[in-house]
């Protein structure tokens, strides 16, 4: 199976960051044919994730294509981007409803450019759906309004798959899709079959979750269709190198990916503010492949064996054998 | 509504402690007839919760009754112990089907408890079940079995009515009904009507829940059963006297309970290690009192607008002038 | 004391904000006349600490005067920018010595505009000063490097203060003056008078310390030298309205100064990244009063005697009674 | 180097416990003998740290010696139990000065038994002292009384050595040594050479530190005089197997030891509430040997290259590339 895996990448891992002090930015902004150039230069990367619209206007779906046909590159989803200053109190919940029908309207564009690059699904990432402040929203009417927001989309779109990447905060201080089980609760609510869940590893970790419990659950109601990984303190969402932190709960989660036949892409979704992206994808791939090397050696049933007694000691020397002789 | 409010508290608010470090206990070690006593000195105490069995094997239903009477108290639950030494390691996720079905056993007979003392609920915080270490379980036998064993004891007793009291770790490091949202969607996939929750505000909190948020998510569901109160730091579930850190969210918790004309007891779930418990009982109420004077006070329509808006900075000066104007 | 209490702002409370999200920013850009004119619209703010350099390189230093000057306001202190793109990896502590000495350098001329205003202080906030990963750096190097480059600036300006504004992190995962007594420590190590802390209520609250007892600890060191407050939710420096959530612990903050008899200016160092920043900054300074009246009211005696029984509740009674009565 | 490290624990380590939900225990009680014999049985241990006084009264020094002897242990430090029911509100910063001086009396007696078995030093872990509501102490003094009360036990024992260990939290909900720069800001001012630091890795964890910068801390002021390791989730003390969780940061916190010379114990301090302790012990040194043939095989030469530059990526390759190859 290691050498099968397909590796995959958003499209921002390679552009150049800003922040709210460094408001002239962590290096020369690069424009979408730029960075996925450099998306070509990593050794094992087979898609990208891009974000919609085009941060150069510019450029072209038929630019795009070439860029990414000559670094043999596929789509695997579109991100619209639904957090930019128009966005800023909210998409799906912005109070003004002028504001979110654009939301929708950029989103149903996105999902034009989904079918054009025959990609897996529209990403969704509401980051500034939520709240700050106590007092600030009545919250039955912002879930509904989240729920709605999605369900909107699946039902405009039958043919798509939308996926829904959830987070604990940032940019907002409380963000409405917060975990694995809200958001569950919110697609089991809307009830329709062409929406799940992208979950990212960092997310979880920082939202107080086991990732592969997250996994597991989202498997169970068959709407994991999508991950990345990245890594960070469990405090913020700090999208450092794969595996530099966590590699213990990285290779739990990869083990619960396996042990589920779950099969899809694994992806990346990492900024490196002060570091060459193309090294920092690199490092992680080289990590990721070690966490392959260390599945292929690992006894699945004696694993089973020592889970069924709740053994912790057992099973983590089992996976550490693995993961210290794999390099 | 100010004056007719019940409050009540869990009876080993009135216990003393121990924990790993104080194993002598903070205080000389208290009978449960004792705690009634002392629970009957708070000033506006009408309901107890019980854990059951008794902490005193001498101690007969009779005398408790006795004892609740002269004190002018009655019970709104009881709160099986399905986590002391015999169920170390989970009682509905017990490695061990023996210490499953003594854990039912336990819970059934707190039951009939529950009828005999007319209470509301079987209150059930499964604190033992989850799990310490990465690779220490199958989180998907463990979930089910989380949730096949509160199944069970409902189907059994389909007269009563069950509450989780959900919260993120302790003494597990991670605890199977962890979040609002998954013991919400447990609930959902058991799908029987006599399991709600019972929303602890600290845990919400140091959950990195708004509280206010997980009540109303709970009554959108018609879950929520129960409520208790207390505070924290955001890091770990302290159990301090309500009030003390975060007044802002529990008004906010409250104005929702009210908004949506829920109207349960007020309860107290404190731990005071080191204090005096009847003081920290009536200091905490005294603050509830404000609390109440304060959502006598404020113009919900006014309130309304302003959330409609996602207007922080208005709907907070109105929150902060009704409670720093309600002692 | 309440009519004379003076208060001010970062000049940044009246920008509009970016984000690696909303890169196109959460508002049209505001130049620093603009922001001045912000400032002067708040109902009492007397003084204000502005970024060098300026936003804009037309703004001459007449200009920001007679901005001043007609707003009423003047410079409590100045705060170069060592934390923009030039000095993402560092500005005392950049692997570059070239980098370092341009550090060097911005804070000379930032000294300059110190003195050129009469301000107090020139504020030294290294947020990029610090590391991301494990083995990262040396933290030998990278300590001394944070110690050298504040003493030799408060050596070159012998007639100025210099105070370190510490943070536990952001932008960089971990910054190297991450607390209270890390700072002291290293401005002790250095030796030098002229090097104080500005203590920043929400830094030290998500650092996990309590702010009173942080404040008590530099003056102690006799080195608090400024204070700024907001607020948060104690895992991020959300920088929100102070008083929003943690009005008790701001409270016990400002009883220490005053207890200390610690008469400086109450400042504001909050982002509006959603709000209108007046209504933002007014709203911090209605409530900030209400703790000036509650402090005017306070028995500081009979606080003192609750405090050396350490009897939290008495105490907290009577912090509660004052707050929610000073309205 | 690698053969002759030597490892040691707690004995607590092999104690059986209780806390505030299980109350009877997490299996039947065990006395000190038997944990003896027990720590006896793991493979490659020479040292412990014993609790005074010892939990069985009838024991005395020389059943304690004997059973050391036949289980070729030998006695690192004596931790005094400063931290039971007696001190629940402190030791040295008790409100009460009998209680304080019980406390002086407590580890004047551990230091003869430090003596008697030609010890390391003595261990002054003082949980109970610090705070736990807002409001609560007068930090001047407590602080001040925190200090006092180390150097009073200092210079009444001048031929022999103090360790303190400060931990972030619990059973107070916020201890006064609290953090490494803390504690060496106090050591700094008592002004005694033979008070020094025992740095616990999760302690340092979870209070937000970066463990390898706090040993170098305390290593450039000559005051790491022990450690010990263990893991957790960074918001709470685990006291779980270590490496279990953070393997890397653990890797570079010995890094840092051995790139400065420092030929200490490795120690354990981890609490296996439902785990066999042996297994544990086993297994937390199953992995430190992995942890030290990784630091053999270390170029540490390129790793001083990779950090003098800030080259995460390239110094966390070699440090992957050492760990993940050293089972």
């Known amino acids: 199976m290691g050498d099968k895996q397909k590796f995959g990448a958003g ?18 902004s690069r424009g979408l044919i730029e960075m996925i150039d450099l998306a070509g230069q990593v050794n ?36 619209p981007e639904i957090y930019t200053q ?36 529209v990403k969704l990432w509401p980051g500034q759906d939520g709240w700050d402040y106590p007092f600030q929203v009545d919250h039955h009417e912002l879930w509904n309004a989240s729920m709605d927001g999605v369900g909107e989309l699946a039902s405009q779109n039958p043919d798509l798959n939308f996926v829904i990447e959830y987070k604990p905060r940032e ?89 589920n036949n779950w099969e899809g892409v694994w992806q990346l979704d990492q900024f490196p503010f002060r570091e060459d992206p193309v090294a920092v994808a690199n490092g992680a791939i080289d990590f ?5 090397r260390a599945l292929d050696k690992l006894d699945f049933d004696a694993m089973r064996a020592a889970q069924k007694k709740h053994d912790a000691i057992t099973a983590l020397k089992m996976a550490e054998k693995a993961l210290y002789s794999s390099y």
């Open 86 to 121: 128009q966005f800023a109190k909210g998409a799906f919940t912005n109070p003004d409803p002028g504001v979110r029908r654009l939301a929708n309207e950029m989103v149903n564009d996105a999902a034009d450019v989904v079918r054009r690059f025959g990609a897996s699904y």
């Open 288 to 292: 990721l492949k070690v966490v392959e």
């Open 171 to 259: 940019p907002r201080v409380h963000m409405s899709y917060d975990s694995v089980a809200r958001t569950l609760l919110g697609i089991e609510k809307i009830g329709l079959p062409n929406i799940g869940i992208l979950l990212d590893f960092g997310h979880s970790l920082y939202g107080g979750e086991s990732p592969a419990d997250a996994a597991q659950l989202a498997i169970d109601y068959n709407r994991l269709f999508g991950m990345d990984v990245n890594d960070n303190f469990r405090s913020w969402d700090d999208d450092l190198m794969a595996g530099s932190v966590h590699p213990i709960e990285l290779f739990e989660f990869f083990y619960t990916l396996r042990k």
């Open 44 to 79: 094992d990367l087979s898609v990208v994730d891009i974000n919609y619209p085009f941060a150069d206007k510019s450029v072209s779906l038929e630019d795009v294509e070439k860029a990414l046909e000559r670094n043999k590159l596929s789509v695997i989803g579109i991100t």
């Open 11 to 28: 499209i921002w891992h390679f552009a150049t960051y800003v922040d709210r002090y460094a408001t002239d930015g962590y290096g020369p």
